[in-house]
């Protein structure tokens, strides 16, 4: 029997980078408010030490800052004629965990999306006709446009003191920045970071082939910043260990360095970690959160009453959760009914292999840092004619090398023996001269087919069924892989290279092959109940005194990184929140 | 002089462990930073000594093994001498010999090769079982003789026929195995000293990574210039 | 609120220097006069009464309890709430006033120095009656509180007789006509309820303060308070009145930050107190004169090169980092190590601590960051902290004495024996 607690006002699940955003801005508003975190507590003097912070071996290879399959797994599939297994240990995505969420990990690059990501199937539907897009593609509208949700991503930014080249100011475009980014109000709170010499080259190369590179805007900072919280940030050092690491210098924006100091000194917050939630609770209407109940370490169960919910638990968790919960109808491929687990998306990711002659050129890979690297956005979202092309989407290309780890960043020839006195040789021989780490951050539009459901074999330790991911890509993905992974070539070609080995995005999807953690959808945002479970401020329509944070409202992904449109979502939500919600809770939206 | 006892505000003001008749345990935060004086959670330091996972039979095999991945040459020392035999007996010895953290509930079946891993077959008794069959199969080709007692072309034979599957184990996949040892001797061979590979930093003095600095401000700058930083691990510093 | 503490401000000099003119103190407490409680209040965060007399965590303000440590035993602090039996709500006002200011409890027992009247004896009567009317306010504790807990002799009172007649002087104030009254405010805060000198200024075998070397830095509880003379090395001589007004508010300026017990008379204390009142203190200690301000303190002799070269590449892998190559920090999250006072105390235990152990900065609502520094003990050996730490003391233009591996492992023992 769970015992129960006294009532909070606001029951936050995760503490991540949504959770924590939400929860200071709650906090403001007076309401007394605990999260609920199911991992660790952590943070820089205690877990990212300078004296261990640099250990491919613990934190890349063996996982140790993420979540343990073991405490939460998810089950995979590429379609429905197969039986989906357990992802055993994490390979296409990396799961955060602990206080901080991925903000503690990522490697904090910092994105906007286009203007028309916001408005992709009525855009697409008018440049190219309805039958350019495929018949089982299901990308829609947001409900909301970028000049909406502009002020919140500046917010986020100033935030993070995020480091940057404004390419659009009020709609002049800028020299040395993204010329097709959507008009943002003002410049990034701190000037971009310094490049190496791989980053530089690209951007020479791509700009004698007439593209227009920039800066990619990074969290980890390229001077100190304190932030409109009072909260300051250093100044990052290059230290080529970034994502899948913490950073020791409290130089990379994270909840840790940004909010939480602010939020944990306020009295009517606490934060309760290491107790994961096993339900949303409602009332017999079905219409109504109470609470949630969660299990602590010794495998209590204890009942946190609330007046509100707010879900932060990543788009994977979110949707378990919701589908745990009764909230929402199950999304049915075949039917097509159903809201809570559709338009399930990830990144499609490709890149190349750089061979330059080791005794011309050495890019000192090992400086350098997670959002490092110079840009073009040419061939991103709809910024190009994709008449001729027979595909839709696209995604940015840049050197963004972010490291010279050894175990991950040596690459060797095709062709060179898996061992031996050659393999050595060809080690030695490449690794300063090598640019292994460009990118074509591809999107992934939402179909049909690609959706999240709950498994029907596999548990978690607490005999709740995992959540099943059902994913692979298709033609329209694969074919704009190789369009980019071209472009990408024909660059590292211009920069010198001597040998070219491209690497562009073939199927199946592949969950041991890593392809960033950028997860979305599965409980999207929307005009109407009939498109969406949640309304345009991250309500849901089924119970209104629930929010849903995260990248789980992306109808679609867009080819770009999605923490910058994440943080804007929460900080636009938390608006909506402060200045309708609490002063008359119920529906934000009438459909 | 006299002094204020600062234990009682340590132990009660920013964490407090929830302790109840059932001992329930959750980390509550509130009020500041949870921050103890000394914390820290520093990687256990492989020291030498006797093996912790291989038996005797076993180390001199895999010894032999790791000595032709990666021979001895001017470039670096062999993977025997780098310590690669020592860093797969530690690591199999830990956490990672026994998929510490991964999903191990069944039912287990294999999947497609997209699916990953599915087997419950932890790597240390991959390795047991592997060894052995190992072992039978070159004292039976060999007459007699241990892959450590071969000559170096012999060893490389044994190798490559693992690579490709044509040297058969009974009792175990030779590919599936070849993967695994490959793997760990390159990461043993690649990963921080501390690990008990990579002794002196052997690797990275070949491929020119320095190692464990964390300040490259003025570094970003010298565009295509050599990084004249002396080579250091976490705990491997022999300029200090 | 400004304009109250602003008043407030005015109205205490006022009667810091009308005491002195006019001998006899003001009548008593009026309990109408809400005005006297509040400035009590303001008084008790000045003198921080919190610090010893509230169990932190008990939720019972100055009930007492709190174990205080002494070179000869643990006390525990008296309850001090208006609870008749086990508080103070019996004692007459004078008997109150003679406990801050001659050291006496009631019925003329000795008190223990831990008890700072030697320093508190500079308050004004009024200030101490206001002090009393303010925690008569405060909510009544039940809660006996043996103090007695020292072992023989020196639970024997009558020692304390002996200890007073050679080190205590008691009596008030008296502002230096020659100064500002800016300055003789912020000296009475400074030696009176501030008692400053009570971490900061070195004791003598007796634990009584060694008056030749005021301010001068002292060790306890694992710690260093550093010298807070106007010393240009190992003072505040290279910080503005701003830097330490907003070290005193904030925690922080732009080259220190606060840590250690520092940081609770941070939180308890002065974060609290008007900036008019931080600013007559930093006044008062940059122009400190008196015994033991010696200006540009001599240098120390130069360390031995092999160790400095060790020094600076063990800076360069593990510091740098943070401190930057030049060891000057970033403003407001690392500290300045270049030129920090800190760092240059002939006394190292301090820099010994933080490289050891860590160290969290305060946190306050003006600088909310609350940096830490993570421990070093895992990884360097006694040489290798002898070896930085002398290097960062004698880098940059610093100079104090070098360290030995032996004084580190001393340091390291003795840290490791406290629990705090």
């Known amino acids: 029997m769970a015992r129960k607690l006294r009532h909070k006002d606001v029951v936050i699940i995760g503490l991540g980078w949504t959770g924590s955003i939400l929860a200071n801005e709650l906090t403001d508003a007076g309401l007394d408010v605990v999260a609920i975190e199911r991992g660790p507590w952590r943070d820089t003097a205690t877990d990212f030490l300078i004296s261990y912070a640099q250990d491919e071996l613990r934190y890349r290879l063996h996982h140790e800052l993420f979540l343990r399959p073991a405490q939460m797994c998810v089950t995979f599939r590429n379609n429905s004629s197969q039986t989906a297994l357990p992802v055993r240990t994490w390979g296409a995505f990396m799961l955060g965990n602990g206080a901080g969420g991925a903000g503690v990990h990522w490697n904090a690059e910092t994105w906007r999306f286009l203007p028309t990501d916001f408005t992709l199937r009525t855009h697409l539907t008018q440049r190219y006709g309805a039958n350019f897009l495929p018949d089982d593609m299901t990308i829609q509208d947001w409900g909301i446009t970028f000049d909406q949700l502009e002020p919140y991503y500046d917010q986020f930014e100033y935030l993070c003191g995020t480091s940057g080249q404004a390419g659009n100011l009020k709609g002049a475009v800028q020299p040395g920045g993204n010329p097709f980014e959507g008009p943002r109000s003002r410049p990034y709170p701190t000037p971009p970071m310094k490049q190496g010499y791989g980053h530089v080259l690209f951007a020479q190369a791509a700009s004698e082939l007439g593209y227009k590179p920039f800066p990619q805007p990074s969290g980890n900072l390229s001077r100190s910043y304190t932030n409109p919280l009072g909260v300051t940030l250093g100044q990052c050092t290059y230290c080529g260990f970034c994502e899948w690491f913490g950073c020791a210098n409290y130089s990379k924006a994270s909840p840790q360095t940004t909010v939480l100091p602010v939020l944990l000194r306020k009295s009517n917050f606490e934060a309760r970690t290491d107790c994961e939630v096993t339900r949303i609770n409602l009332d017999r209407s079905g219409k109504r959160a109470t609470g949630v109940t969660y299990v602590d370490t010794s495998g209590s169960e204890i009942e946190q009453p609330a007046d509100m919910v707010l879900l932060c638990a990543f788009s994977l968790f979110n949707v378990q959760l919701l589908l745990l919960s009764g909230i929402g109808a199950p999304y049915d491929p075949n039917t097509g009914k159903g809201q809570i687990g559709r338009n399930f998306t990830h990144q499609t990711m490709s890149g190349a292999l750089g061979f330059f002659d080791k005794d011309k050129y050495n890019f000192n890979p090992f400086v350098a840092s997670g959002a490092i690297g110079m840009c073009i956005d040419e061939f991103n979202g709809d910024n190009f004619d994709h008449g001729k092309l027979g595909f839709v989407g696209g995604g940015y290309i840049g050197e963004v090398q972010t490291n010279g780890r050894p175990i991950e960043s040596t690459a060797v020839p095709p062709g060179t023996p898996a061992w031996g006195a050659k393999w050595k040789q060809a080690l030695h021989d490449n690794y300063l001269s090598t640019i292994v780490g460009g990118s074509c951050h591809g999107s992934m539009y939402s179909y049909r087919d690609v959706h999240l459901d709950l498994d029907p074999t596999y548990k978690d330790r607490f005999g709740r069924p995992l959540v099943r991911i059902t994913i692979d890509f298709h033609d329209n993905e694969l074919k704009m892989s190789a369009f980019l992974t071209d472009k990408y070539a024909e660059i590292l070609q211009e920069m010198g290279a001597a040998q070219v080995v491209k690497k562009p995005r073939k199927g199946p999807y592949d969950v041991t092959q890593y392809q960033t953690s950028h997860l979305n959808g599965g409980a999207i945002m929307g005009t109407d109940p009939g498109n969406s479970a949640l309304n345009i401020y991250l309500q849901s329509w089924d119970v209104p005194n629930l929010f849903v944070q995260g990248a789980t409202a992306f109808p679609q992904n867009a080819g770009y990184n999605p923490t910058g449109t994440v943080g804007a979502l929460a900080f636009w939500s938390a608006a909506a929140i402060r200045s309708q919600y609490l002063k008359n809770p119920g529906p934000l939206v009438h459909a | 002089m006299f002094q204020i006892n600062r234990r009682r505000l340590l132990e009660t003001s920013a964490i407090a462990l929830l302790l109840s008749s059932q001992s329930s345990r959750a980390a509550l935060i509130k009020g500041g930073i949870p921050w103890k004086p000394g914390a820290a959670d520093p990687p256990p330091v492989v020291r030498p000594g006797p093996w912790h996972f291989f038996t005797a039979q076993e180390a001199a095999t895999v010894e032999a093994f790791v000595d032709r991945l990666i021979p001895a040459d001017d470039l670096s020392p062999g993977g025997k001498d780098c310590g690669c035999a020592v860093f797969i007996d530690r690591q199999l010895a830990g956490p990672y010999g026994h998929l510490a953290g991964y999903y191990m509930s069944g039912p287990f079946q294999q999947g497609t090769k997209q699916q990953g891993p599915q087997s419950s077959t932890t790597p240390a008794q991959h390795y047991r079982t592997a060894l052995a069959a190992l072992d039978k199969a070159c004292r039976s080709k060999f007459g007699g003789k241990t892959l450590a007692q071969l000559n170096d072309a012999q060893k490389d034979q044994v190798i490559g026929g693992l690579e490709n599957g044509s040297f058969e184990l009974d009792g175990a996949d030779s590919k599936e195995f070849f993967k695994l040892i490959l793997k760990n001797t390159q990461n043993g061979f690649l990963s921080d000293p501390i690990y008990g590979g990579n002794k002196d930093a052997a690797s990275w003095k070949m491929i020119g990574f320095p190692g464990t600095h964390y300040d490259y401000r003025d570094w970003i700058g010298r565009h295509n210039q050599r990084v004249t930083l002396p080579t250091i691990g976490i705990a491997d510093h022999p300029n200090w | 609120m400004r304009s109250r503490k602003q008043w407030l401000f ?14 006899a103190a003001a009548a008593g407490i009026d309990k109408q006069d809400f005005g006297q409680i509040e400035r009590g209040e303001y008084l008790a965060v000045v003198g921080d009464c919190a610090a010893c007399h509230t169990l932190p965590g008990s939720g019972h303000a100055f009930a007492g309890g709190r174990p205080i440590e002494t070179p000869f035993g643990t006390l525990l602090s008296p309850n001090i709430t208006p609870d008749p039996t086990t508080g103070i709500g019996a004692w007459t006002d004078q008997e109150f006033v003679n406990a801050l200011t001659k050291g006496t409890g009631r019925h003329g027992t000795r008190l223990y120095p831990a008890m700072p009247y030697t320093y508190y004896t500079k308050l004004t009567r009024d200030d101490a009656l206001a002090i009393r009317a303010y925690l008569n306010t405060v909510p009544a504790v039940h809660n006996a509180v043996q103090p007695d807990q020292l072992p023989f002799p020196f639970r024997m009172r009558w020692t304390l007789a002996m200890w007073d007649e050679l080190f205590f002087k008691p009596g008030t104030f008296h502002p230096d006509p020659k100064k500002s009254a800016e300055w003789n405010r912020g000296a009475y805060l400074a030696d009176g309820a501030g008692h400053c000198g009570m971490c900061h200024t070195p004791k003598n075998f007796l634990g009584a303060d060694d008056k030749g070397q005021r301010l001068r830095g002292y060790a306890l509880q694992g710690w260093f308070a550093p010298d807070i003379t106007n010393d240009s090395r190992r003072g505040l001589g290279g910080w503005s009145v701003g830097d330490i007004v907003a070290y005193l508010k904030t925690g922080h300026n732009q080259t220190s930050a606060a840590t250690g017990p520092m940081s609770e008379t941070l939180n308890l204390s002065t974060s609290k107190m008007t900036d008019a009142d931080l600013k007559a203190i930093a006044v008062y200690l940059k122009n400190e004169t008196g015994e033991g301000n010696a200006g540009k303190t001599a240098s120390a002799d130069p360390p031995d090169q092999t160790v400095m070269k060790s020094g600076e590449q063990i800076y360069a892998d593990e510091c740098s980092g943070c401190h930057t190559p030049n060891g000057k920090g970033i403003a407001g999250l690392f500290p300045s190590l270049n030129s920090s006072p800190v760092v240059q105390q002939t006394d190292p235990t301090t820099v010994l601590h933080v490289v050891l152990r860590g ?54 023992k003795m840290l490791v024996e406290r629990s705090d």
């Open chain 3, 10 to 23: 005015a109205l205490a000099s006022a009667a810091a220097l009308c005491a002195s003119a006019c001998g």
């Open chain 3, 359 to 412: 160290a969290l900065s305060v946190g306050t609502k003006p600088a909310p960051t609350a940096p830490a520094m993570p421990q070093f003990a895992w990884i360097l050996s006694d040489k290798d902290v002898a070896a930085v730490v002398t290097y960062i003391r004698n880098a940059w233009g610093n100079s104090a004495p070098a360290v030995s591996a032996g004084q580190v492992a001393k340091t390291r």
